[in-house]
């Protein structure tokens, strides 16, 4: 079948709700080409939303899953438990910061993961409140929905939402929350989470604090460097379980396997996903052992979390990074990505700002620089020019006025420099097809 005559059959027993980003459908994919059912190649920019970081159809994945398929797919860690479940939570707990033991849990998706950082914050403290971030995406579920900041699509008509979340705004620092500029401004963003005690919510009513270490949706925000360590001396003062959420800044992204890396801090609790598994559903919270303890047993847990065949995966995962030096390809793909994007905004006053951490780098694109009007029709058009190009990418942003890159970071040069000539050419030809030029 053609790709149109599916999406008619897709339109007619799907419903409308799952968005598409193009109209393709997948044949096969291999590294970062994805093939669609009527033959046509695609570079994969987009990496089905930062998972396939080790590339589609990586051989050690697909021998790895195939062997334990044929061995069993799930038997449910509540009744015969297994090992690839126990070497994940092994590894993560060693690749996770901190100077502390660790534990995890393995679940399904990211969501879940949030769901319960929040549930084990919440039994650990005895507290109820968490405090979330503007421009936070952190699911789609009801309690990750509402930790979420964007309205629309993710929570318009979706309500009541979770009861005992705060919000404060994030360090976004092209369109600064207070209008101060960094460093003159002594990262006072950061100070408002103690504001936050004062007019909000007590400090002491306070689980959790949750934070992305580098936006996803949000469109690749990366604070300063005094951020996070302030962030996280706050919520040591006042016995706040720092949550950070690298479901899309982990695993290797970024050029370490966690972000807030970055920043030398290590969090109470980490929730991971995405990229962990090569495509294959799992998640995990990662943390310190006597908080991911403190539930009772049985209060954890779930029939399909840490399925045998994505925990297989998922430790090919681990040795494909490690093997193929993929933290220190992401900086490499990073500069490259940066390179290109700073070569487009000495070009079109379109690109209002460039900026990212390793490979997570991204173009924010307004109608006007010094209002810095988020121009989302321009994005959404360059977005598919690219793909009528050869080129899947996808947008991010409150605005929707953000590129994000999240290709696997197994791409050849050869492949990126295609890639990022095509996004070149299609910016400079839809800037100048809306007269923006
Ligand atoms: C930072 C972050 N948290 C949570 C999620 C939710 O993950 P999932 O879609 O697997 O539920 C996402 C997904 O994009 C994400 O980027």
């Excluded at 697909?62 to 398929?69: E, F, K, M, N, P």
């Excluded at 534990?103 to 039994?123: F, H, Q």
């Excluded at 800044?249 to 598994?277: C, M, N, Q, Y």
């Excluded at 995990?284 to 539930?295: I, K, S």
Aim: aromatic share 8%; net charge negative.
């Amino acid at each position: 079948m053609t790709n149109k005559e599916l999406k008619q059959a897709r339109d007619k027993h799907v419903p409308r709700g799952p968005f598409n980003v193009t109209g393709l459908f997948a044949a096969k994919a291999l590294n970062a080409t994805i093939t669609d059912v009527e033959g046509n190649d695609y570079i994969d920019f987009a990496g089905g939303i930062g998972v396939m970081a080790v590339g589609h159809c990586h051989p050690k994945v697909v021998a790895a899953t195939q062997d334990q398929s044929a061995l069993f797919s799930h038997t449910c860690f509540h009744v015969v438990m297994y090992e690839p479940y126990v070497e994940v939570a092994r590894r993560m707990n060693e690749a996770a910061p901190g100077d502390f033991e660790k534990k995890t849990l393995l679940l399904n998706s990211g969501a879940e993961a949030v769901e319960n950082a929040v549930k084990i914050a919440r039994y650990a403290t005895g507290r109820d409140a968490v405090i979330a971030f503007e421009d936070a995406f952190h699911g789609r579920t009801l309690m990750t929905m509402s930790l979420t900041s964007k309205t629309m699509p993710y929570k318009k008509g979706f309500g009541p939402f979770a009861p005992e979340i705060y919000r404060m705004p994030y360090a976004y620092c092209y369109r600064c929350p207070l209008a101060l500029e960094y460093p003159g401004c002594g990262v006072a963003c950061a100070d408002l989470l103690t504001n936050a005690f004062k007019n909000y919510v007590g400090a002491d009513e306070v689980a959790a604090v949750i934070a992305e270490p580098v936006l996803g949706e949000g469109g690749f925000v990366v604070p300063p460097k005094e951020y996070f360590p302030k962030v996280k001396k706050i919520c040591e003062d006042n016995g706040i379980v720092f949550i950070v959420d690298e479901i899309q800044s982990g695993f290797g992204r970024t050029g370490k396997i966690f972000a807030i890396e970055h920043w030398g801090v290590a969090p109470d609790l980490i929730t991971s996903a995405k990229s962990l598994a090569a495509g294959y559903p799992l998640s995990a919270v990662v943390g310190r052992a006597e908080l991911m303890d403190a539930p009772h047993v049985g209060g954890l847990g779930g029939t399909y979390g840490g399925n045998p065949v994505s925990c297989r995966a998922a430790l090919a995962v681990f040795d494909i990074i490690e093997e193929e030096g993929l933290l220190a390809r992401a900086d490499v793909i990073g500069a490259r990505i940066r390179q290109t994007f700073e070569t487009l905004a000495a070009e079109l006053e379109v690109v209002g700002d460039v900026r990212g951490l390793g490979a997570m780098v991204a173009l924010e694109l307004v109608t006007d620089r010094t209002a810095k009007t988020p121009a989302g029709d321009l994005t959404r058009a360059l977005v598919a020019r690219a793909v009528e190009k050869g080129v899947i990418m996808i947008s991010a942003g409150t605005y929707g006025n953000v590129i994000r890159p999240l290709m696997p970071l197994t791409i050849d040069d050869a492949t990126l420099d295609r890639g990022l000539a095509i996004v070149a050419e299609s910016l400079r030809e839809v800037t100048s097809e809306a007269g923006l030029a």
